[in-house]
């Protein structure tokens, strides 16, 4: 049997009438907001190689934005293309006013891009901006310079001297000079070499803020009344293919310890002597 619907109860019905209007018309204007939003364009990624000749094509904007399938070819012809901030020092770049084709302006040189010493890949934003006004538009563009090996492993010198206490423990390791790269990751440093005549020292590297150091580690004591110096050198190897090295000529002086009793210069006490 139905009852009357009772006050309480019509009560909730119209708050739930109100909600649900309101709730509505949330949602109708959330989705004018969406639909009346421009479209965010998506970002075109284009690669050039580093000291790639002059005038190499990098992009065609025209064909690629396909701008030919949304406009007639005489509003095509009002056209013209810019860069909406000009390209960094080091990463020469033009863009043709009329075709919107972009191309190197000279030399490309990765590491002299400032932005890229630090960061790998080297990715530069360089948006274009179409016009005339009626049909303004902006293509969002990256260029990756990609790296070539066209720097050497250095030293800071040529030389090193590393003193050692003859005291110091087998497994002792010592800090060497770090050899720099100014390529990116894949052609910086990447390996060492240790060259010494001894067996008593050798090469171990460790990994510190993505850069690879090199340490001497003693296999054995040294004894300075035996050797009192060691002559190594050490080499530095890059990622390329060939390789590019570096070396460092390091000296290594034994350091005295007091490990020795004072003994008489001949077997009798200096009392005993004549
Ligand atoms: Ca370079
Ligand atoms: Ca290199
Ligand atoms: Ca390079």
Redesign the pocket.
Known sequence: MLRPTSHTTRRVINKATLLTTALCLVLADQHFYFRSRPEVETRRHYVVS?HADNGTQVADIMADARLHRLHSPEVLSQFHFRFLSPPPAGAPLSIDERSGIVRTAGDID??AVKQCRVASPCLLPVDVAIGPAAYFRVIRVTVEIA?????APYFHQSTAVLRIRESAPAGSSFTLPVALD???PR?SVQRYELTSSTSKMALVTESRDSRLVPRLMLLSPLDRESQTEYQLRLTAYDGGLPSLSATLDIQVIVLDANDHSPVFESEQPPSERR
Do not use: K, L, T
């Not at 790296?147 to 720097?151: P, Q, S």
């Open positions: 580093e990765r590491e790296d070539v090996n066209d720097h100014a390529d990116g052609y």
